[in-house]
Every structure is written in structure tokens, then in C-alpha cells.
């Protein structure tokens, strides 16, 4: 239940999340842009929305990435760093990008190639602050300290699994720090997400165990013992086990067996959880949910316009698309 102290901390953001979330695309939005049969037509319905300013002049898919990606930074640069939010909760949504480029500058080092330069700045890090990677504060340069100073040389797949190691450790430290329990529950359940799919990925492929479980992550619902447990499993009593978990609650163990779908069943799960702020009129959740949607929302977007210029069906893309928030 929200306190005196969540109404300041977060009253002024509320405010604004009343108005930003009646802008977000319903599910009429969506269907109109399925139904468009041309990109320019696709273009033409965002025209009429939040994105229209930012997609008018995309021609092509590099052009799409870059108009979305910067209609995300224009979330995250006039609400999540204008709404007098916690520190904690703006950086909560930061992070991720910022050991993105983390995890690309290593892999590139790795190679001896160049790192790619992202065209939209979206973390909190400028690109060339991953020149020197073990110079980068706090967590991101311990995390490339971790990979460069080891006694082997990592290959891609240990690179990956430091790097989503010590981004969800921050992420629920910043959880922590943020004072809310919906965010702390949040990140709960996007680890256990992460570690059910990377280990079905992993048991479909006939991976060994001792291969597998390094790629899991600590700070869960489900322990990693656990996990550990349910791999051992044959596969269909894994996903049935799976299936039954409080996180996982009400999703068919066919899905999470399906590795097509594996992505979309996730996310729906996210979503589920994110509904719930619904109930609350005051306070972190409709905050967090309502950025937590815009981001859900522009992967839908890049997905439907990418795809209608790939030439996509329209069924395909369709079983692309995610549960909404609105």
C-alpha cells in the first residue's frame, strides 16, 4: 500500500503518467498497423501518434532503429529524467543499456574487432567511455576487470553470462535502493524469466549441466539448486515443473518447450505482473509499469515495420506481438 512517502516521491510523476499512458497504442493501433499493407501506409498510421515526429522520414530498416531508438530516449530524457523520480528507479531503467555496450566492447576485444557504436545514446555512458573498459565506475568497470583479468581468455558465451551476472545484480541493488517492492518483485521475476530460458534453450539443445548452469543468475524466486534439480530432468517433466511455479503461474508447459515462442511467452508473463499496478493510484507501480509499457510498445513497433519491409506475413507478425499493458 503507498505512503505519505511514495505520494512525494513519486505524486508529480502519477500526474503525468495519467496523461503519457492514454497516448500509448491500443490494440485498434496495432491492428491497423498489421493490416497495413505497405510500410508507407504503416507510416502513415504512426503519423498519427507519439511516433509520427520520429518515423516520418525512416525509409528502410536501419532508419526504422534509429527513429525508435530515439523515441526511447525521448522517454527516457522527458519523463524518467524530469519527473523528480528516485535516482535509483531512473537508473533501474538506464542499466541495462549501459551493459549492453559493456557486453559488445568486450566480445569486440575478444575478437580484436571494433566495437559497434549504438547511433542513439540510451544508457548513461558515452560510447567512447568504452574505450578502456576496466576505467568504467562502479559495477561496469568491476565487471570488466572480472572478464579481462581472468586466468583463461573467455570466449563469447562466458563473456555473456559475467556481463547478465553482474547487470541483475545492479539492477536489484538498485531495486533495493529505490525503496520499492514492486520493483524488487519485478526484478524477481525477470531473473527467474532469464534463467528459465536460458536453460530450456540449453536442455533443448542436449547441453551438458556443467555447461548450462554457469549461464544462470543468482537472486530469484527459484534458487539456482533448484534449477539445477529440474535440469536434470527429462524434458517434458522439466517444463511441466517449470510451468508450475508461482512466476510461470497459468502458462501451458507447451509454450515454454516451444522455442518460437519462447521470447513472447516471457514477455506476456512481464506483462501479467505489470497489470497489476492497475490496482494502485499512488506511488512507484503505475511509474514503473507505464515506462515498462512504452518500452514493450517500441519493441512492437520496430517489430511490425521491420517486418512489413522484410516482407513478413501478416500471421507471422502477428504471432509476434505481445500481450499489451493497456
Known amino acids: 500500500m503507498a505512503g505519505s512517502g511514495d505520494a512525494i516521491k513519486y505524486g508529480f510523476a502519477v500526474g503525468r503518467v495519467m496523461v503519457l499512458r492514454t497516448r500509448l497504442l491500443s490494440r485498434a493501433s ?14 502513415r498510421v504512426l503519423s498519427e501518434t507519439h511516433y509520427g515526429r520520429f518515423i516520418e522520414s525512416a525509409t528502410n530498416a536501419s532508419e526504422v532503429e534509429r527513429a525508435v531508438d530515439e523515441s526511447l530516449r525521448d522517454l527516457y530524457e522527458d519523463f524518467l529524467e524530469r519527473s523528480g523520480l528516485p535516482p535509483a528507479v531512473v537508473s533501474y531503467f538506464r542499466a541495462p543499456y549501459d551493459f ?23 544508457g ?12 568504467l565506475p562502479g559495477a561496469l568497470g568491476r565487471t570488466a576487470r572480472e572478464v579481462l583479468e581472468a586466468d583463461d581468455e573467455l570466449d563469447g558465451a562466458a563473456i555473456d553470462a559475467t556481463v547478465d551476472r553482474a547487470m541483475f545484480a545492479e539492477l536489484a541493488h538498485l531495486a533495493r535502493e529505490s525503496g520499492s517492492g514492486f520493483l524488487e518483485e519485478l526484478i524477481k521475476l525477470q531473473i527467474d524469466i532469464a534463467n528459465v530460458k536460458s536453460l530450456l534453450r540449453a536442455r533443448l539443445a542436449d547441453v551438458p549441466a556443467d555447461e548450462a548452469l554457469p549461464m544462470t ?11 539445477t534439480r529440474l535440469y536434470e530432468l527429462p524434458i517434458a517433466e522439466a517444463g511441466a515443473r517449470l510451468a508450475a511455479l508461482p512466476t510461470l503461474s497459468g502458462i501451458p508447459a507447451a509454450e515454454l518447450a516451444d522455442l518460437g515462442r519462447l521470447d513472447v511467452t516471457a514477455d506476456n508473463v512481464v506483462v501479467g ?18 515506462v515498462m509499457g512504452r518500452e514493450a510498445e517500441v519493441r512492437a513497433v520496430r517489430t511490425l515495420l521491420i517486418g512489413r519491409l522484410a516482407g513478413l506475413p501478416t500471421e507471422v507478425l502477428r504471432s509476434r506481438l505481445r500481450n499489451l499493458y493497456v
Open 217 to 227: 543468475v543468482e537472486g530469484g524466486s527459484v534458487s539456482v539448486a533448484e534449477l
Open 100 to 122: 549492453a555496450a559493456l557486453r559488445g566492447a568486450l566480445k569486440a576485444r575478444a575478437l580484436g574487432a571494433r566495437a559497434h557504436t549504438p547511433s542513439v545514446l540510451l
Open 30 to 43: 496495432y491492428e491497423r498497423l498489421l493490416d497495413a499493407p505497405t510500410f508507407a501506409e504503416q507510416r
Open 273 to 290: 505482473y505489470l497489470r497489476r499496478a492497475r490496482a494502485v493510484s499512488v506511488g512507484a507501480e503505475p511509474v514503473i509499469a507505464y
Open 124 to 135: 548513461c555512458v558515452a560510447s567512447d567511455g568504452f574505450d578502456e573498459p576496466a576505467s
